[in-house]
């Protein structure tokens, strides 16, 4: 075998493997579908922020999506690109992005699902503040910084209606409160990124 050929299989080889890698992933990870949601049977995006899968909700959706958005916004700070959100009407769309019994999903700053059941404004609110946490901190900092701080912030500034939530949520919103009285004016996100 010749080095050039040697080297044009090799090249092929390398080629194939990066191409077959975000299809496997898709294909694997059923969340990183909300990179593409369209790839999902069924699903439609009206703009490249706002997807499901009936298009007869698109007016529904779209009001959660802004009122969602204006609360999590007013909470935590201006987005820096805007959220795309895929609003699954059925349990077999949820099921293509891989939502199990949860309401709704966000996957770092690529996405939320949201699920039949989780078209509330709450709900919206919190996975927006999850998304907002992975633009500001990072999505490996939302995997594994306190759960009292990831899952606190949320359940605490999307005005979430349950009190008291079934625990440990209760617990990770009461002391995500009590730090985020005592840090006064500080600034928030400089104030949460020194908390490991
Ligand atoms: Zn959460």
């Given at each position: 075998?010749?080095v050039k050929?040697?080297?044009c299989?090799?090249?092929?080889?390398v080629?194939?493997?990066?191409?077959?890698?975000p299809?496997?992933a898709?294909?694997?990870?059923k969340p990183?579908?909300?990179?593409?949601?369209?790839?999902?049977p069924?699903v439609?995006?009206?703009?490249?922020?706002?997807?499901?899968?009936?298009?007869?909700?698109?007016?529904a959706a779209?009001?959660?999506?802004?009122?969602?958005y204006?609360?999590?916004?007013d909470a935590?700070?201006?987005f820096?690109?805007?959220p795309?959100v895929v609003?699954c009407?059925t349990?077999a769309?949820?099921?293509a992005?891989?939502?199990?019994?949860?309401?709704?999903?966000?996957v770092?700053d690529?996405?939320?699902?949201?699920?039949?059941?989780g078209w509330?404004?709450?709900?919206?609110?919190?996975?927006l503040i999850?998304?907002?946490?992975?633009?500001?901190?990072?999505?490996l900092a939302?995997a594994?910084r306190?759960?009292?701080l990831i899952?606190g912030m949320?359940?605490?500034l999307?005005?979430d209606?349950?009190?008291?939530?079934?625990?440990?949520?209760?617990q990770w919103r009461t002391?995500?409160?009590?730090?985020?009285?005592?840090?006064?004016?500080r600034?928030?996100?400089?104030?949460a990124?020194?908390?490991?």
């Amino acid at each position: 075998m010749t080095v050039k050929r040697l080297l044009c299989i090799t090249l092929v080889a390398v080629t194939a493997v990066l191409v077959a890698a975000p299809v496997t992933a898709f294909a694997l990870v059923k969340p990183l579908r909300v990179v593409v949601p369209t790839l999902v049977p069924g699903v439609i995006c009206i703009k490249d922020t706002l997807c499901t899968d009936d298009a007869a909700k698109f007016d529904a959706a779209r009001a959660l999506y802004h009122d969602g958005y204006a609360k999590a916004r007013d909470a935590v700070g201006p987005f820096r690109d805007a959220p795309r959100v895929v609003f699954c009407s059925t349990p077999a769309c949820a099921h293509a992005f891989g939502l199990g019994a949860q309401a709704a999903q966000t996957v770092g700053d690529f996405g939320v699902i949201v699920a039949p059941r989780g078209w509330k404004s709450f709900y919206l609110a919190h996975e927006l503040i999850h998304y907002r946490q992975a633009e500001v901190l990072g999505n490996l900092a939302v995997a594994t910084r306190p759960k009292w701080l990831i899952e606190g912030m949320a359940y605490s500034l999307s005005g979430d209606p349950r009190h008291p939530l079934t625990e440990p949520f209760e617990q990770w919103r009461t002391q995500f409160e009590a730090w985020h009285a005592s840090i006064g004016t500080r600034d928030m996100w400089a104030a949460a990124r020194a908390i490991r």
